[in-house]
Structure formats: structure tokens, C-alpha cells
């Protein structure tokens, strides 16, 4: 059967490097794209940011591929998010051969929390100077994810059997401490070692030695902001994949945003999205064809042609065939 993929460019560089990532799939395998619209522009026509037809396609869909939204993309990428029931954001951070990056040793996967936390959505304005915000941290959500963290390390797919739990549990006891304590149950239940780093060291051990870390396992924000930091190590947002992984569907896309000075120039790496799309593959248990795309762009990062951002000049196209020619 043709598996089905949903591809939703968005804005922006989405329009183009989108595009690129689907000319790669196209390269190795028999797939059914189906393009959907969501984002500013779609907005501007309709009025509305996610039509309910893309939100139903991306909920029945295998997979997803999405490219970036503008100054809508929180009415976008958190529906989208909860369309697929997604309750983990893999974020790998890594470096390659022939790019500048501030730590070159740096290969890191982490495992985000993707459903509660502080994003849980719990804000409230009480009077003229009080604002307050509920966290929200459940057993279930915790125990979820450290499932997922579980089945990670046994795949090895990053090289190691143990994963980091980042937390601040010595201050935020309740909450943090219900999370560090429901994942490292379910680790210990499985056999699976794990060690624990408070987030604020975390943040200071990673820049001075990245080779101390390789999957860590964090709540929502706490993922948000240490996976930036470590985007900052290895050379740039034209580089990182994301997955919102649900217990069937995931959505694949590029850490990036919707880059407004380059958008048009044709020039944007499209590496981030080749990336992504390689993990699509992995999802669909296009195993070999997702190592393939992998080695290919890496490939083409150490030999070139490269894009601006990484200090090279040529267009998407240009990357987008190079990359083609190596598969
Ligand atoms: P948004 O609000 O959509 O996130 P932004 O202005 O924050 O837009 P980002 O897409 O987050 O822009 O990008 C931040 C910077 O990194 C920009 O200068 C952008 O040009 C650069 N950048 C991001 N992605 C890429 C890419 N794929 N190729 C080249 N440069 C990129
Ligand atoms: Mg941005």
C-alpha cells in the first residue's frame, strides 16, 4: 500500500524547503503526497489559520510534514500538536563534519515533554498587578513520555542504553519532583539506567562538555529552552529536525521558523527539513531510506555545495540536487 503523507508548507522558507524535502522522499519510496494549507496566508484568504480540512487530514494521516508558520503559529502548531496526540518532541541536536558549530563534539537527543507543564495553558490575570500560571504535571503524561524514553535508548538509536532526567526538583518539589519520580520508576521498572541533572547545571555542563549527555529527558520548557541552547552549539537553525511523536501519528518539521529576511531568495537550507523528513521515514519504518537521506545530506554538509547561512552560496536547489545525486 502507498503510504500517505500530509505536506504542509506553511510560510515562508516553508515554501521552499518543504518542497525540497518532498522532491527527496520522492527519490525513495512510493509515496501519496497530499499538500494542505495552514498558516498566514491561508488566513489572509480565509480567515482562518488551520482549516478544519488540514486538522482532519493531519489527524488521520500516518504522517506530517510541516514546514513554518508566521505570526500564527501558535493557532497552528499547537492544534496540530494535539491532532496527532502528540506527547514527545524529539529534538536531536548534533554536529557536523564541515560546519562551524561552537562544540563539534556535540550529539544530543532530547526527549521533551510535549503536553503540560507551563504550556498547559493555565494563565490567569487575577487583578491590576497579579498574574498567575498553574503548572500542570500528571503521572500519566510522565510515565508516557519515560515510556517513549525507554524504548529510545533500547532501539540505541542515539548510541547510548541510559538517558539524563533534567528537572529542578529540589525547588519545585511537587511538580518536578512528581515528574523526576514517575520517570525514574518507569526506568528502573524496565532495567533501563538513568542519572539525573538539576536544568540550571545541565545548562552550564552542556557548553563546557556535551560528551557528559547523550538522551535527555525534560519537562516542556525546560526542553524548549536547553535543545535552543544546544541548537546554539552545533551551528545553527538550519541544521535541527523536530518530531511531535503520538502513540500512532507524528508531525515532522524543522526547529526553524518562517526565516521572513531570506524568505523568497531562494536560499534557505533545507537541511533542517531533509532531516525532519528522514525521521518521517524512520516513523514509517522506512528504516534504510531514512539512513539514506541522513547520510546524503551529511554528506553534502561536509562537502558542499552549501547555502549562506553556512557560509557557502548556493540556493536550496542547488543543496536539494547535490543531495539527490548522493543517494
Ligand atoms: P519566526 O517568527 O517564523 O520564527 P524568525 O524571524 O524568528 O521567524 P527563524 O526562522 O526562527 O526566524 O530564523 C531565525 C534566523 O535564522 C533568521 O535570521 C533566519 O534567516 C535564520 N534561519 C532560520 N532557518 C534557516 C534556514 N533553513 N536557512 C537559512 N537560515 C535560516
Ligand atoms: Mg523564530
Redesign the pocket.
Known amino acids: 500500500m502507498t503510504e500517505q503523507i500530509v505536506v504542509i508548507p506553511g510560510d515562508?522558507?516553508g515554501q521552499e524547503?518543504v518542497p525540497a524535502a518532498v522532491r527527496v522522499l520522492d527519490e525513495v519510496g512510493e509515496f501519496e503526497f497530499v499538500e494542505a494549507e495552514a498558516g498566514d496566508q491561508v488566513k489572509a484568504e480565509t480567515g482562518e489559520a488551520l482549516p478544519q480540512e488540514t486538522y482532519d487530514l493531519v489527524a488521520s494521516a500516518d504522517a506530517t510534514l510541516f514546514g513554518?508558520a508566521?505570526e500564527t503559529?501558535a493557532d497552528v502548531i499547537l492544534p496540530l500538536r494535539k491532532a496527532v496526540d502528540s506527547f514527545v518532541n524529539v529534538r536531536p541536536a548534533k554536529a557536523y563534519p564541515g560546519v562551524d558549530a561552537l562544540r563539534p563534539e556535540t550529539n544530543l537527543v532530547f526527549l521533551r515533554e510535549n503536553t503540560e507543564g507551563v504550556y498547559s495553558g493555565h494563565e490567569n490575570r487575577l487583578s491590576d498587578d497579579l498574574s498567575t500560571l498553574t503548572r500542570v504535571v500528571t503521572d500519566s503524561a510522565s510515565r508516557r513520555l519515560a515510556e517513549y524514553a525507554c524504548e529510545f535508548v533500547e532501539a540505541n538509536e542515539n548510541g547510548s542504553e541510559e538517558f539524563t532526567v533534567a528537572h529542578k526538583a529540589n525547588v519545585m518539589r511537587e511538580t518536578d519532583g512528581r515528574f523526576r519520580d514517575a520517570v525514574v520508576d518507569v526506568a528502573n521498572e524496565r532495567g533501563v539506567d538513568t542519572d539525573e541533572v538539576l536544568m540550571d547545571a545541565f545548562a552550564t555542563h552542556v557548553c563546557l562538555d556535551p560528551t557528559r549527555f547523550d538522551v535527555v529527558v525534560c519537562p516542556n520548557l525546560a526542553g524548549d529552552v536547553l535543545s535552543d541552547l544546544a541548537a546554539g552549539l552545533v551551528g545553527g537553525?538550519?541544521l535541527l529536525p523536530s518530531a511531535n511523536v503520538g502513540p500512532e501519528r507524528a508531525l515532522f518539521e524543522?526547529v526553524?521558523?518562517?526565516?521572513?529576511?531570506?524568505a523568497g531568495e531562494g536560499v534557505?537550507?533545507?537541511a533542517?527539513t531533509l532531516f525532519s523528513a528522514a525521521m518521517l521515514l524512520e516513523h514509517l519504518g522506512e528504516n534504510e531510506a531514512g539512513e539514506n537521506v541522513r547520510s546524503a545530506v551529511e554528506a553534502v554538509l561536509e562537502d558542499g555545495p552549501r547555502?549562506p547561512?553556512l557560509g557557502g552560496d548556493a540556493s536550496t536547489e542547488d543543496v536539494t540536487s547535490a543531495v539527490i545525486s548522493r543517494l
Not at 526553524?256 to 531570506?262: E, L, N, R, V
Open positions: 515562508g522558507i524547503v513554518a508566521g503559529a537553525l538550519g524543522p526553524h521558523g518562517t526565516a521572513p529576511d531570506i534557505a537550507n533545507p533542517a547555502t547561512d
